[in-house]
């Protein structure tokens, strides 16, 4: 079909209607091929009508001369319950001079799904009149998937929403940089945004979105917060939604889980980038021990054709925490390793460290220093891991202090701060590829974890520490050996400091680029006592170059046992009458921790 213009007047309209439809199911696309050239062929615009709805729904337009090609339009439809029918309108504003012309129309899975003879299994749902047998994942997910929406018959209106009224129970997160916009027409700039929400088909239903135009800038983020659940146990809880990424600078839409309330918490999923003018639905599978929240976050990119768009959010297999909003704050311990809140019956001195199966007292010293000298190894629970690899998200007692000194404000300093962080390939996003390695040391992987100071937070010469607890004593051939990865045209500097009292010494530094591979350094500490390793990443100009870390090991750590046994021909007997290799000898290293191994007599 061409429009064929047969003279010049003012607001010409051409019209071409399409035969009524009854209904459509949810996973309905309309195609078609179109032509629209020349140097005043103007705009068209197709058009859905539904019985019942005065306001027509646009599904498509073209603007301008698109070029002498045939071009694929794809218009998602979704479920519509009600009688509908096209309109592809063309209006001439007097002057015509072009082809505007359609082709090869085509609807493709706009059945309801069919009539089953039985449906069995625990994850299948059958429906009640229509007798179509569905996946359960799609019940109570706030669209008709049976035909006669037995499917959402029975929802606890608790665990969904479709901004029909409102935000039902999420909230606007206080700590983000704007909010997420309620409304029912499409996005004000053209280009990006949904023209229609998802939960009606039409331009009458509403939905929330992020608007991009000013005053927003590059990475500003709105978060929207869901109530809080109950740990599902063996059970799994889903998250379901309906987003729309559709714009030349769409930037990036996250979901976060926790369980502590002024955290991050840990990434679920990201999308990053255009995905077309079309809601996509998105599944996630939650599994936690404690109470949790979920949280999504749309974040800016750099200029307005970025709108973001999120529709239809709903839970099955979750249950509503007590009908409580809130999550346990951040606690500012340095280890993550929880101790019984009462000690066993003992006779140790406030100077003493109480085993804590046993009640078993040992000094004070034996606590931390990489020798479990209690049965149940409580004196080295609280420490730092003789072995890390981060791997299951474990910082093995590493922390950072000026983290926990800015938690009462957690998430308004925290998300902007240059500070250390988790990561692993598999989440990086594509401006972090070139500088970030994109598997782990460990496993080789992108789904093995490192910890990395991301410098997309922060400015020029600001620094990010991550240190140890207090280490109470070390051996003579004690070193730190860790793995680290630095890459990137503007990378700073990663320095190991010793810390004991308030004085800060620096034990090596490791600066600009060394290249897209993983590199061994080794660090000798010897005996020392009472003293914190810190890692002090320090930012480069720009956001091209992470300092990344793994895989740190302390070596031969552990202080010396002196025991009764004579020494050996090969030894040399220390002062304190502990025995060494010979060749260990005037080598500069006080190997004996009396220092009588390097006397100047000998």
């Not at 091209?544 to 895989?551: A, E, L, R, S």
Request: aromatic fraction near 10%; include cysteine; hydrophobic fraction near 30%.
């Amino acid at each position: 079909m061409f429009i064929l213009k047969t003279n010049n007047s003012i607001s010409q309209i051409a019209r071409l209607r399409s035969p009524k439809f009854r209904q459509a199911g949810s996973n309905c696309t309309l195609s078609f091929w179109y032509y629209n050239y020349g140097e005043s062929v103007g705009a068209a615009e197709l058009q859905l009508l539904v019985d019942g709805l005065k306001q027509p729904t646009v599904l498509w337009r073209t603007y301008y001369n698109e070029g002498n090609q045939w071009l694929k339009a794809v218009i998602q439809l979704g479920r519509l319950p009600h009688a509908f029918q096209f309109s592809l309108d063309k209006i001439s504003l007097g002057i015509y001079e072009g082809v505007s012309a359609i082709d090869d129309i085509r609807f493709e899975n706009c059945a309801l799904p069919p009539p089953a003879l039985s449906c069995e299994g625990p994850n299948r749902f059958w429906c009640r009149e229509t007798k179509a047998c569905i996946d359960r994942l799609l019940v109570c997910d706030l669209v008709d998937d049976c035909g006669d929406g037995s499917d959402e018959d029975s929802c606890d209106p608790h665990l969904q929403c479709n901004f029909e009224n409102g935000l039902c129970n999420w909230e606007q997160d206080v700590q983000d940089d704007f909010d997420w916009i309620r409304t029912w027409d499409p996005t004000p700039t053209v280009n990006t945004g949904p023209l229609k929400d998802h939960t009606t088909g039409t331009a009458r239903g509403h939905y929330l979105y992020l608007e991009s135009s000013e005053p927003r800038q590059f990475r500003d983020k709105a978060v929207l917060l869901s109530p809080v659940f109950s740990p599902p146990g063996s059970g799994t809880c889903v998250f379901r939604f309906h987003y729309h990424m559709f714009g030349k600078e769409v930037y990036r839409l996250s979901v976060f889980q926790r369980t502590v309330s002024n955290t991050k918490g840990w990434l679920l999923w990201y999308k990053f980038g255009n995905q077309e003018n079309r809601w996509i639905r998105q599944t996630l599978f939650i599994r936690s021990s404690k109470p949790f929240q979920i949280f999504v976050e749309g974040t800016v990119g750099d200029g307005f054709t970025g709108d973001i768009g999120l529709d239809d959010v709903s839970f099955l297999g979750c249950t509503l925490y007590n009908g409580k909003r809130n999550l346990p704050t951040i606690s500012t311990t340095t280890s993550g390793t929880s101790v019984p809140a009462t000690l066993p019956m003992n006779n140790c001195t406030e100077k003493e460290f109480v085993c804590r199966a046993s009640g078993h007292c040992i000094q004070m010293v034996q606590k931390c220093d990489f020798r479990p000298d209690c049965s149940d190894k409580s004196d080295e629970s609280a420490c730092v891991m003789e072995v890390c690899d981060f791997e299951d998200k474990n910082l093995c007692g590493w922390h950072q202090p000026a983290l926990e000194q800015m938690s009462g404000n957690y998430s308004l300093h925290i998300t902007k701060t240059f500070k250390w962080q988790l990561g692993r390939g598999a989440n990086l996003y594509p401006e972090q590829e070139g500088h970030c390695p994109l598997t782990d040391h460990t496993t080789s992987t992108e789904e093995g974890w490192y910890i990395f100071a991301d410098s997309s937070n922060g400015e020029f010469g600001h620094t990010a520490d991550i240190a140890t607890p207090v280490i109470s004593l070390t051996g003579p051939r004690c070193k730190i050996i860790l793995w680290n990865h630095m890459n990137g045209s503007t990378i700073g500097s990663l320095e190991v400091l010793y810390k004991s009292s308030n004085k800060t010494s620096k034990l090596c530094t490791q600066s600009r680029s060394q290249g897209p591979q993983w590199n061994r350094a080794e660090v000798f500490l010897g005996i020392r006592s009472n003293f914190q390793v810190i890692f002090r990443a320090k930012r480069g100009v720009s956001y091209m170059g992470d300092v990344t870390v793994d895989d740190i090991t302390f070596e031969d750590c552990s202080p010396l046992l002196i025991s009764e046994k004579p020494c050996i021909s090969e030894e040399f007997m220390c002062a304190n009458k502990y025995c060494i290799p010979k060749n260990n000898l005037c080598d500069f290293v006080n190997d004996c921790e009396d220092n009588s191994d390097e006397s100047p007599s000998i």
